[in-house]
């Protein structure tokens, strides 16, 4: 039997959730909220269950996907404690430790996932960790979930920090990326729709080749790489540039500030 899925807020990562599991077959074991009502209003316009009333829908449900921003967590947890005993509750929050969940409702089972914007499109790279009250079972319950919305994999909570920095803010860097080589295509004079979607295709394909073939970036890039031929003279360009080194601390700088939002909100509460 499918269990019943709560979302709890309906905004950017809640309500591509939504979606994702209206179009796999939940509607009628979904139930979705929002603190504001015309949200409530538009995922029942896309087919779901909607309601602002958080502890009714908690109660209705086996599990729980939270996604409210996570200065918003703490009070959203304290008002469906009681609906949540024994249901495992999907955290999308950034920064916040399974620790501090576990802390708010003792008697629920927290799962922490890292998804990325890249969600909207089926396409995200997920990756969740569990506390010790999470069963196999619950596990194999999450990654069919999970799964729907792209690739996921379980990992060690100290590594979120690290995966927030890099596959979570990620989309951001790889938007400069694109950005940069579509400006270069119009540099060439191509029409901006071509050099747009030249520009992105490329960094899906190029993604795809790396996961599907489970090939190393720097064999990809040698497969690309004839001799005397047009792609080293771009490289030749790209080595004496500081690009690898850009992103390595760009990256290195979000991990830190989402230790830093950490410690700022989980001191406030202890
Ligand atoms: N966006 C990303 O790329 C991304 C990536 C990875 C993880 N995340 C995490 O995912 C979570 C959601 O992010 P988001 O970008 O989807 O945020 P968002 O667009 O702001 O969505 C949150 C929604 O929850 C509503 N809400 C607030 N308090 C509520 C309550 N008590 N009950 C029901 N609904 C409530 C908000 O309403 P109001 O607007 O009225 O507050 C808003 O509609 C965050 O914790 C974030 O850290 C986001």
Redesign the pocket.
């Known amino acids: 039997m499918t269990e019943k899925i709560a979302v709890?807020?309906?905004?950017?990562?809640?309500?591509?959730v939504t979606k994702i599991l209206l179009k796999n077959g939940y509607q009628g074991n979904l139930i979705v909220?929002?603190?504001?009502a015309e949200?409530v209003e538009e995922m029942k316009e896309l087919g779901a269950s909607a309601t602002?009333n958080?502890r009714h829908a908690a109660a209705e449900a086996d599990l729980l996907f939270?996604?409210?921003?996570?200065s918003?967590?703490r009070?959203?947890l304290k008002?469906i404690s009681k609906e949540i005993k024994g249901k495992i509750v999907v955290?999308?929050?950034?920064?916040?430790p399974l620790t501090f969940l576990k802390r708010t409702v003792p008697e629920a089972k927290f799962v922490r996932?890292?998804?990325?914007?890249a969600?909207l499109v089926q396409a995200s790279y997920t990756a969740y960790c569990c506390e010790k009250d999470v069963t196999i079972k619950d596990k194999e319950k999450i990654e069919k979930i999970l799964s729907l919305m792209g690739i996921c994999e379980e990992v060690d909570e100290k590594y979120m920090d690290a995966i927030?920095g890099l596959s979570?803010?990620g989309?951001g860097y790889l938007s400069i990326v694109v950005e940069a080589m579509m400006y270069a295509g119009l540099k060439l004079g191509l029409p901006r729709n071509i050099a747009l979607k030249a520009a992105a295709q490329t960094v899906v394909g190029t993604g795809k080749l790396m996961i599907e073939l489970n090939e190393h970036p720097a064999k990809i890039r040698d497969m690309v790489t004839t001799p005397g031929g047009t792609t080293i003279e771009a490289i030749h360009v790209l080595e004496g540039s500081k690009v690898r080194q850009a992103l390595m601390e760009a990256i290195g700088e979000a991990a830190k500030k989402s230790q830093l939002i950490r410690e700022k909100l989980v001191d406030a509460v202890t």
């Open positions: 709890l807020g309906a905004g950017m990562i809640g309500g591509a909220t929002d603190a504001v949200k602002t958080n939270v996604c409210v921003k996570p918003d967590v009070q959203l008002e955290s999308t929050a950034a920064t916040l996932v890292m998804p990325n914007l969600i927030t979570g803010s989309p």
